[in-house]
């Protein structure tokens, strides 16, 4: 089966670390987006059995509860869902409420991804978020009571001004509210951002990075004491809550994205869409939306199974390895995976081997020795 990615790329206004596919003040385009999406998903040939689905943006919470359900049907009448399906829309504090969560539910969502980012508000504005940490709490709870129970929210450390006392006030806000899934990242300063571009001009000082490894182990320390299972390199989960979606991109399932600048994989092939959005409306459903497409070769596929499968914290099953690829990881990696180990960036497991705490640290040098 494979998982549904929907790009929805409107957002208020454009936070200063973002460089996601996503733009601020082209809400006009809304409709006619919507309405190309609609024949890009008419126009899918392929697989057409589901058991995920991910609102992704952007901020897909600034469709209309109409937009949805009109894409929705859509995916419905092209796609046959399995009974459980996860079906899960990011939204941001800011444009969510009590009457859109419950029309929300009633078209089959089930679960949501709140943008918090941060419980301060100092934090909010300096991030560009337009949300207040007062919004966020009262967004998760008009989630939660409109029957939506798989609750994800979004948080940043390491951010410039932010306290190790801030991240555990974050961690006692998520220990109050009702949500059993959190994905909690370090700021990273991408090329192109207006933070890159402020950092540059020294008008903003990052903390040294032994402040943001004290702050990840407060954020780790505290997952942990709340019951949460670290599953991934950035994501907590309690039990049976990880996102079955995000798994498949982990886990080299495959999915389909629609939308402009949605990336697919079909378990041969990888393919994005072009990114811009007018002819994104021009062309689809009627002519070819991708912009870049590229076949895997073995060796390539190898490699992006081994370092999609350390991000889990269950790692690589050597078992599974043999079963797609018909070697053994040894005849492949064996060195490396040896010097990893000897270097404490790897550990075995039953069937296989994931990164230690320390490789967690260290996953993208950890991820590179997989690259040759
Ligand atoms: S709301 Fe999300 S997608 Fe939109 S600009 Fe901010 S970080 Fe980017």
């Known amino acids: ?6 790009h929805i790329p409107f957002c208020v206004h454009k936070c200063v670390y973002c460089d996601f596919p996503s733009y601020g003040g082209i809400l006009s385009y809304r409709q006619a987006y919507v309405d190309a999406l609609c024949r890009e998903i008419d126009a899918w040939e392929g697989e057409t059995v589901a058991d995920t689905v991910y609102f992704g943006g952007g901020t897909p919470s600034l469709l209309t509860t109409a937009q949805f359900a009109a894409v929705l049907t859509r995916l ?49 504005r300096f991030l560009g978020r337009v ?8 967004a998760l709870l008009d989630i939660a009571a409109q029957g939506i129970t798989n609750i994800s929210l979004d948080l940043m450390y390491g951010l410039p001004g932010q306290t190790l006392d801030m991240v555990a006030h974050d961690m006692d806000m998520v220990r109050s509210l009702p949500v059993c899934h959190a994905s909690i990242y370090s700021l990273i300063v991408e090329d192109g951002t207006v933070l890159k571009n402020r950092l540059d001009r020294h008008q903003v000082i990052l903390p040294e990075d032994q402040a943001v490894e004290t702050m990840r182990k407060k954020v780790h320390q505290s997952m942990h004491q709340m019951g949460f299972s670290h599953y991934e390199i950035s994501s907590y989960a309690q039990q049976h809550r990880q ?29 994005a869409n072009i990114s811009n959005i007018p002819a994104y409306i021009r062309k689809a459903g009627k002519m070819s939306v991708i912009g870049e497409q590229v076949t895997i070769t073995r060796e390539r596929a190898m490699e992006d199974y081994c370092y999609l499968a350390l991000r889990l914290r269950d790692g690589i099953h050597y078992d599974d390895f043999a079963n797609r690829f018909g070697v053994p990881l040894a005849q492949e990696f064996g060195h490396v995976v040896e010097k990893l180990m000897e270097q404490k960036l790897l550990e075995p497991t039953a069937d296989g081997c994931r990164m230690t705490a320390d490789g967690l640290a260290y996953g993208n040098y950890v991820f590179s020795r997989f690259i040759r």
């Open 131 to 138: 949300h207040t940490a007062e919004q966020a709490v009262q």
């Open 76 to 124: 419905h009448r092209k796609f046959t869902f399995s009974a459980d399906a996860e079906i899960t829309v990011e939204a941001n504090p800011d444009s969510i409420d009590a009457d859109f969560a419950a029309a929300l539910h009633h078209m089959g969502v089930n679960r949501m991804s709140v943008g918090v980012q941060s419980f301060n508000d100092e934090m909010l």
């Open 243 to 271: 996102s079955r979606h995000n798994c498949k991109y982990w886990q080299y399932e495959p999915y389909i994205g629609f939308g402009v600048s949605a990336h697919s994989f079909d378990g041969q092939q990888r393919w």
């Open 1 to 6: 089966m494979i998982g549904l990615y929907i």
